[in-house]
């Protein structure tokens, strides 16, 4: 059984509108389709297809799918309010053998968008790592004329989007963790930024990417079925298709860091922040 909605947020003045989905057979979790913001396009899907975990022990590796099929509860869409700031929630609740998994997305009155994995359990007695993958298939103001920019703090060169900014020509993998990347329309130079989390970490051995930058294939939205326990498989995406003027996809990885303190059920999370550019 799959479930959705359409959302139109808030009520008395809409300045979200977007179809959350989960399908069955499908594990990537809640899929957002068509997300507006303030009338603009933002994306054109946006989903969390993927969560590896290496424990240090030699557990596993596992991977582990949320999916309708092992969702504790049903989906809750409700508002929230924090530091001022007016909040619609969308999230899922999954388990997965010892571990509880809260998928939460956070879409803010201003346009901030906060994808966040919460995860709590142990399944085995060691200190182990949740490499999590978000996939964001971007639509600045529609599919086409988009461009993916990369920040490099230091960085003195101007090439047109401010000192730093560096447009990708190609595909990309993502290795630094000390950065932010844009997706911007080319024409408007509206967008989207995105920040690393504070409790993202950094790639290791057996996750070794922080995210991917690719053209958008139809054919490359395997809803969940990307890779393995032991590979990520976005080596296959990344193939030296040109991103600038294109339809942009960003792959973003967090590496949470649970550290074994003994027999507990604590909270961690991890997730990007995306921020509004002249939207």
């Known amino acids: 059984m799959s479930v959705f909605a359409r959302v139109s947020w808030p009520a008395e003045a809409p300045v979200w509108t977007f179809l959350w989905e989960l399908n069955d ?3 990537e979790a809640i899929a957002f389709r068509d997300v507006v913001f303030r009338g603009r396009k933002v994306l054109h899907k946006a989903s969390l297809p993927m969560i590896r975990v290496r424990y240090d022990s030699g557990n596993g590796p596992y991977k582990d799918q949320l999916s309708i099929g092992n969702m504790d509860r049903p989906v809750k869409v409700y508002e929230h ?15 997965i053998g010892r571990y509880h998994l809260l998928n939460r997305w956070f879409f803010r009155h201003d346009g901030l968008i906060l994808p966040q994995l919460h995860s709590a359990g142990l399944q ?3 200190t182990h790592q949740h490499h999590v993958y978000w996939r964001f298939d971007f639509d600045i103001e529609g599919a086409s004329n988009n461009l993916p920019l990369e920040y490099s703090p230091g960085q003195t060169t101007n090439w047109g ?3 730093g900014w560096r447009p990708l020509v190609g595909e990309e993998a993502i290795y630094s963790s000390n950065t932010s990347w844009a997706i911007l329309n080319k024409k408007s130079n509206r967008g989207y930024k995105i920040n ?3 409790f993202d970490g950094r790639p290791d051995f057996f996750g070794g990417l ?8 139809g054919a490359e939205d395997l ?3 990307l890779g393995s326990a032991s590979d990520d498989g976005l080596y296959q995406h990344i193939t030296g298709e040109p991103v600038n003027g294109t339809d942009v996809v960003m792959w973003y990885v967090a590496h949470l860091q649970h ?12 997730g990007p922040l995306l921020w509004p550019i002249r939207y």
Request: proline share 6%.
């Open 259 to 270: 550290v074994y303190h003994g027999p507990e059920f604590e909270w961690h999370a991890c």
């Open 25 to 27: 057979g499908d594990t």
């Open 81 to 95: 309010f924090q530091g001022g700031f007016r909040h619609l929630v969308v999230e899922s609740y999954h388990r």
């Open 124 to 126: 085995h007695p060691s």
């Open 223 to 225: 809803r969940g079925r």
């Open 161 to 163: 989007y401010g000192p």
């Open 196 to 198: 690393r989390g504070q």
């Open 210 to 217: 922080n995210g991917a930058i690719v053209a958008y294939r």
